[in-house]
T-cell receptor, first 110, second 113 residues
Framework: QKEVEQDPGPLSVPEGAIVSLNCTYSNSAFQYFMWYRQYSRKGPELLMYTYSSGNKEDGRFTAQVDKSSKYISLFIRDSQPSDSATYLCAMSEGAQKLVFGQGTRLTINP | DGGITQSPKYLFRKEGQNVTLSCEQNLNHDAMYWYRQDPGQGLRLIYYSQIVNDFQKGDIAEGYSVSREKKESFPLTVTSAQKNPTAFYLC????????????FGQGTRLTVV
């Protein structure tokens, strides 16, 4: 079993829809949770960085962490074609290496 | 502009040759990392360095080598011992090893011909 599980998709939704992206994990020691956006042939770009459980909002993006369920989510409101990319979740115990999910390929259709 | 610069963007290598990928950062970050990304897979850690003149193996270090002689530079050598080197290589840095908020370069696509 992988330490971090993420549905690779692909996920295709119409413009303006609310998108929900998710990851589950098995290591209860993870404390730091990140979401990266990666456009084709580019490096990942850090979108959201959260510590422990709770919600964090930044514009159209909301990250949620539920440590009791070992489940994290990224919500994108009012999705735009420019949001089409691969979204990677990543997490760590702290002073340790990041563990990445497989990435979910998302397409927003105009 | 502050950031992480990887070069070259595309690299072709003949089988049996060593090749070195460059990574430079001007963010004054202590920690630097090398990841490999294959289609349909997440990023896998090759090597990381917490401070100058120090580095540790990651999950898939076999066939790779690194050096960290300067704070801003962390080159990766893909040796002939790496059985399947064709991949997208990503360099990242963070303020310190205690801070895993990592920032990435734009990557180098290595193809063995």
């Amino acid at each position: 079993q992988k330490e971090v599980e993420q549905d690779p998709g692909p996920l295709s939704v119409p413009e303006g829809a609310i998108v929900s992206l998710n990851c589950t994990y098995s290591n209860s020691a993870f404390q730091y949770f990140m979401w990266y956006r990666q456009y084709s042939r580019k490096g990942p770009e850090l979108l959201m960085y959260t510590y422990s459980s709770g919600n964090k909002e930044d514009g159209r993006f909301t990250a949620q962490v539920d440590k009791s369920s070992k489940y994290i989510s990224l919500f994108i409101r009012d999705s735009q074609p420019s949001d089409s990319a691969t979204y990677l979740c990543a997490m760590s115990e702290g002073a340790q290496k990041l563990v990445f999910g497989q990435g979910t390929r998302l397409t927003i259709n105009p | 502009d502050g950031g992480i610069t990887q070069s070259p963007k595309y690299l072709f290598r003949k089988e049996g040759q060593n090749v070195t990928l460059s990574c430079e950062q001007n963010l004054n970050h202590d920690a630097m990392y090398w990841y490999r990304q294959d289609p349909g897979q997440g990023l896998r850690l090759i090597y990381y360095s917490q401070i100058v003149n120090d580095f540790q193996k990651g999950d898939i270090a076999e066939g790779y080598s690194v050096s960290r002689e300067k704070k801003e530079s962390f080159p990766l050598t893909v040796t002939s011992a790496q059985k399947n080197p064709t991949a997208f290589y990503l360099c990242a840095s963070s303020i310190s090893a205690d801070n895993t908020e990592a920032f990435f370069g734009q990557g180098t696509r290595l193809t063995v011909v």
